[in-house]
């Protein structure tokens, strides 16, 4: 089992900046592919962004050039760097680890992010 806990959300004005972080609990973080995800009551879950243990990297069409990735294998921590915010934007953005060799993933509680003028 792994635990992933997710924190930086909160409220912003659009064309501002946000940087999430999700901790895992895990000694073999770098076999994970981690990834970001957001949910609103409209809109079933979706993909953001993933990032390979190796640091290979995927992004939604939506957040390409907007959004970073990454990782920091060392502190089993990924996160993800939200710039140029819009309102649409706004979402409960989830943390999740996969690691689907073994038929593993997991999901953090999520973190909201508001982006309103």
């Known amino acids: 089992q792994v635990q992933l806990v997710e924190s930086g959300g909160g409220s912003v004005q659009p064309g501002g900046s946000l940087r999430l972080s999700c901790a895992a609990s895990t000694g073999a973080f770098i076999f994970y592919t981690m990834g970001w995800y957001r949910q609103t009551p409209q809109k079933p879950r979706e993909l953001v962004a993933t990032i390979t243990g190796g640091g290979r990297t995927n992004y939604a069409d939506s957040v390409k050039g907007r959004f970073t990735i990454s990782r920091d294998n060392d502190k089993n921590t990924a996160y993800l760097q939200m710039d140029s915010l819009k309102t649409q934007d706004t979402a409960v953005y989830y943390c999740?680890?996969?690691?689907?060799?073994?038929?593993?993933?997991?999901w953090g509680n999520g973190t909201l992010v508001t982006v309103s003028s």
């Open positions: 999740n680890a996969d690691r689907s060799s073994f038929g593993m993933s997991f």
